[in-house]
């Protein structure tokens, strides 16, 4: 294919505000690249939805179909072909394979949209601006930029792609794709690129719009751009940066975001306010927000010409164990409110809450039943939060809420959590379709740890979906889960999207919910720690009651993990609880073990950090007390789990010996 790029010297355009300053990231395009041979509703639903949210300067759909589909054609198919595509449907998000197949989830965009989100804020390396098709000549015309990062960009592919809206119902169709090479010349040089792409007469020219790709050599799509109109004065919030943080300082500067101003080819001044929105927040942390100048403790206001922009930082001032997320906000007369979030972690908690549903606004749920029973938490929200190489030793327990089946946690995590729970840690998973993303082979999150991590340590398998007749979810007598009857609160079509599983489980899990006789919740003892798993998530059920049943829920959860709480409103479980107290701890030469259970006898086992038992006692329980003391004087200096086992029930508690 002939080439038809036009290098222009930048001294040609240099009069354009896109000078005003240097540049050295710009604002990402998302794209959404979905292969279709056959329509789906549920697919077709969530792609609309996803669409209909996000100007095309935020994100951009396209559509391929394969050549034996009427909408298709060989330049799809080669697409089709270079991806190695094996399943229809197909969504690969800016080159990356993530959605394989259907499930009920994407019915309501969150899929998408969650993925939107998240990478909403992310920086590029080039811009694509001032792309136009003139319908007369079948000509495109833009310009690209490379950002003043000390990076020259070279072995670069821009594609032009011609996309029709409304053929049979059906939007961002792919119809012809053209390409060009593209190599800087010099840090933050400017191309102008010119291109015939030809038409047939057969599609509706109002209907046309181009999409320009720029690609690696990898095929990654590094920055895109549409002709579809957007606002013509528009700010961009871009972060080079992960918002997020965990820190165990007192006063903590998270990373510079930009407010950017892509007007490149006009002089327009905006004015716009900058403030903290808190989303959650302890009474007592305070939030700023700086420039390189001045700090602000409220709103503020700022002006800004065409093609510059500004940089802000906020800081976290902690002054406990626990989490905040809050938005940045920018505000102006000519665009809707922008608004970028930021998460902050201390990096220890009784309670580490990891929130993976997508963009549901489960928090509102946890923090009402995490808040007065008297155990600290942190929530990372993973529509901000990343959790690569995330040291989890500072919290106890881990509740992950699971109800996105496409989630948005990283599997590298799960060797990590299996080690921390084996170690004594304590999870309660909860989420409709966690044994769906750990364990069939359209997720693109399973591989053989998260298989192996479903099947051995959670102790399930999924055996099927709930019947759509199946509204209710009982507690099973003497578990954690009895005293509660639990009523979905979605209508039955939207309860068929949700699609909860049952399951089978292992010898060693106990149920603890059922729903028609179906196993629903179950827990279980593994290595040195606990687990609970359910397999609906609290904030999609009815309590038939108040609020306060999901603190009465989480408490019996913390409760089952042999926690403490403050909260007067435990509702015990029937079975005998125990629980067990080493003191001293840390001890020299011996420490006394205090057993608390209504059983006659109790098993205690002692292993040191490999793994190996050092000690083993079967002891005497009287009255619901025992009491023994280990002598540790043969013992080397070191970490011990002292584990006990009594009425079929399981604790540990670690302890240091030192000499």
Known sequence: MKKT???????????????????????????????????????????????????????????????????????????????????????????????KGTKAHLQDGNPFNALIEKHLYDAAPMIIHNLAFNTQTNTVTCFLRDAEDSNLMTGLTLQYIVVENNVSGVNNVVRRIASDEVNFNSDGDILQFNKVVNLEQSWNVDNIKIIALVRNADNQIIQAASTEPIPFNKLRLVANEPCYAVSAEEFYELPYIAVMNTAFDADAIINFTINIEQVYNHQNWMITYCDPSNCFMGASEHTMSAGQFLIFHPSVMPNSQGSTLFNFIVTTDEMPELRIPFNFLTPSADILVIDDDGIKDTETAYIDGLDGIGMTYAIADMNVFKLDDFDFSGYTNIIWN????????????????????????????????????????????KNEATESFYNNVVGAQVQGVLDTNAYSVSGVASTAGDGFNLTYTQSPAEYTQIEPEYLNIDASARPIFVSNSQIVGLSKDYMFGKIIYTTFSIEGMDWQSSNSLYKKWLTRVMYELGNETSTDEIIKPLHNSLKITAYPNPFNQSTQIKIDSQDNTANIEIFNVKGQKVYQKIITINNGVADHIWNAQDAPSGIYFIKVNSDNQTQVKKVLNFK
């Open 402 to 445: 699971m109800h996105n089946p496409y989630t948005l946690v990283e599997n590298s995590i799960i060797p990590l959590l299996d080690a921390h729970v084996s170690e004594g840690a304590n999870l309660y998973l909860a989420g409709t379709s966690a044994g769906w993303a750990m364990t069939n082979e359209n997720s693109i999150f």
């Open 5 to 99: 790029a036009l290098l222009i010297i930048s001294l040609i355009i240099i009069s354009m505000p896109l000078f005003a300053q240097n540049w050295q990231y710009f604002p990402k395009t998302n794209v959404w690249e979905v292969f279709i041979n056959e329509e789906n509703a549920e697919f077709n639903n969530g792609l609309t939805i996803a669409d209909e949210m996000y100007p095309d300067d935020e994100a951009i759909i396209l559509r391929y179909y394969p050549s034996s589909n009427d909408l298709g054609n060989t330049d799809a198919q080669n697409v089709i072909d270079q991806y190695q595509i094996d399943a229809f449907p197909s969504a690969y998000f800016n080159s990356n394979l993530t959605i």
